[in-house]
């Protein structure tokens, strides 16, 4: 078992700007819009099981809560964030090299200010791979992602909701290379996957489940250079709704890498 309170209490500053760069101008000019100044604050708790041969955490718990705050250095504009996470997981006991997990998520958001920043619902998350300096392959670790619908600016919101629950299936115990290469595979997982989420302005009714999707993955957990752990996630998404402008229907296939949570 595995159990960690975490607490973090800062001073954030951020600067917006704006910069004008052409390489057949030699003017490079750059135009600050705004100095924002703020306290963020945040709590962590963790309560987790992970076996040698796992393919997730098998049971327990995670909580977060994050606040921030900023205003505006020699202006008037202001905002603030609050966010939560939750997981849940659950071993269960079916056959195979290690048991299969039933495992669950819920992430809210809500922002004020003049005006509020913004939360995007939807995308994939996951974490880049550099194959090369400069070229990265994956996707970026997101809070709100619905894998059957894109990360668009139309679905941006001040308030958002999203839960998704996962049945995670080990597969086959390989832990050998791959040919001469240097890398080599230790597990494959399956995954089915059901989510659902929404997200509306300040003042407006709770739109809790406009967004539905379902999905399964291809879990590959491998080993760059034989030591170095690297999960690889193939996967697709159906959207069940059209809502906000989305195309509903299509799957949407990803490629990515890391852990969804």
Known sequence: WRSALTARAAVEWEQDGSVIDSSSMPVRLRDPTSNFVGPVLSV???HLSQPALAISPEDGATLGVLYRRRWE????????EARATATAYLAL???GFAHWVLAARVAGGRSNGSPPRTFEIGGVSGDLFQVLPGYAIGTDRRQFPLRGYPSDARFRFTRVVTSVVELRIPVAL???????LPIGVDRISLTGFAETGGGW????S??????RDVGGEAVFDLAVSYDVPLRLRVGAGVPLTGAGGAIRGPPRWYLT???VF
């Open 44 to 46: 962590g708790l963790q």
């Open 73 to 80: 250095m020699g202006g008037t504009e202001w905002y603030d």
């Open 93 to 95: 006991p079916f056959p």
């Open 174 to 180: 390989i832990a050998r290379g791959i040919w001469i």
């Open 201 to 204: 302005q300040a003042g407006q």
């Open 206 to 211: 709770a739109a809790l489940s406009d967004y």
């Open 257 to 259: 890498f890391g852990s």
